[in-house]
Nanobody
Framework: QVQLVESGGGLVQAGGSLRLSCAAS????????MGWFRQAPGKEHEFVAA????????IYADSVKARFSISRDSAKNTMYLQMNSLKPEDTAVYYC????????????????WGQGTQVTVSS
């Protein structure tokens, strides 16, 4: 069973940047896809970005496209989310997960969420 630990969140002013990390214990297989979700207060989990482990193919939610960049380091079993031009509406707890796409919906294959990392963007 893969366990994921998120880190790198913090408080930043609008327009600033943060880099989140997701460290995995257990093996990530080449057929896996990993992704980031976020949850703002009172809202459901929202898909942010995903990356295929084997080829590094990426996909982004429209709300973060051109501002966020997802990447992975297979040797370190770690995934990253570089967030630039942050906006107050990006404020949320960010979670990483093994994911797959069911139609237009992205799902967390692990079935549960880790502790996440809080990102707060002040205006």
């Amino acid at each position: 069973q893969v366990q994921l630990v998120e880190s790198g969140g913090g408080l930043v002013q609008a327009g600033g940047s943060l880099r989140l990390s997701c460290a995995a214990s257990g093996r990530i297989f080449n057929f896996n896809t990993m992704g980031w979700f976020r949850q703002a207060p009172g809202k459901e989990h929202e898909f942010v970005a995903a990356i295929t482990w084997a080829h590094g193919t990426t996909i982004y939610a429209d709300s973060v496209k051109a501002r966020f960049s997802i990447s992975r380091d297979s040797a370190k079993n770690t995934m990253y989310l570089q967030m630039n031009s942050l906006k107050p509406e990006d404020t949320a707890v960010y979670y990483c997960a093994l994911v797959n796409q069911d139609g237009s919906r992205w799902r967390n294959l692990l079935g549960s969420w880790g502790q996440g990392t809080q990102v707060t963007v002040s205006s």
